[in-house]
């Protein structure tokens, strides 16, 4: 969603296609001007096949006193609709066991705000409610500090590595925003937990038989 401000969507599609290849299709996996009503209708409305994960691009906005995602109105008046970390929290919670991976591409997207926040920042309300992994940014994220984190880490994922190792070399290829990103996943996993399994490579062509003398 660009309600907050223009977002690099282009350069985030560019990078999931070349991560993904066929497993990420546009015509279905994206949701453009995204509105919570639209992100609700968008999810299966019954337990169906884990989504590896929900990629979220928009800024991140103030709500009271902490933050929270601008996302478009329904309404089209213009203005943004600040969604918070509750409302977010129980919109996915129902979704929980099926999304695998959220990605935050938002600033402020893991910043609990003011001192006392029962809430806490989006990021963690989203783990709380059952998400297995959760990827937020604690401070301002850059258009390319996001670009680079999306492009390295989905690429790392994709060939088979494992989360911590992706999620270390993305922050790693980062330069100012390295400190920003933040990843909630859980202990029992381990460090050798892999969200997507590496993409198929094509089998080689078999040679041509050799011309007969």
Do not use: K
Request: proline content about 8%.
């Amino acid at each position: 969603s660009a309600a907050g401000g223009g977002v690099p969507a282009p350069e985030h599609l560019a990078a999931l296609r070349a991560a993904l290849g066929d497993r990420f299709a546009p015509e279905r996996d994206v949701l453009a001007h995204a509105t919570v009503d639209a992100l609700r209708d968008a999810l299966p409305a019954q337990r169906g096949p884990p989504i590896d994960a929900l990629h979220l691009l928009c800024h991140g906005a103030t709500a009271g006193g902490t933050f929270g995602l601008a996302l478009n109105d329904p309404d089209h008046s213009g203005a943004p609709e600040i969604v918070g970390a509750d409302d977010l929290g129980r919109l996915l919670a129902r979704h929980a066991h099926e999304i695998r991976m959220v990605v935050l591409a938002a600033c402020d997207s893991s910043n609990m705000g003011a001192l006392g926040n029962h809430v806490g920042s989006v990021a963690q309300r989203l783990h709380r409610a059952g998400v297995q992994v959760v990827v937020g940014s604690r401070f301002p994220l850059s258009n390319t500090g996001s670009v680079v984190f999306t492009q390295t880490f989905y690429a790392r994922l994709a060939g088979g590595a494992p989360l911590a190792d992706a999620f270390v070399a993305a922050r790693d290829a980062l330069r100012a925003d390295w400190a920003s990103i933040q990843l909630y996943g859980r202990a029992a996993d381990g460090d050798e937990a892999r969200l997507l399994a590496p993409r198929p490579v094509a089998p080689s062509p078999a040679p041509s038989p050799a011309p007969s003398p």
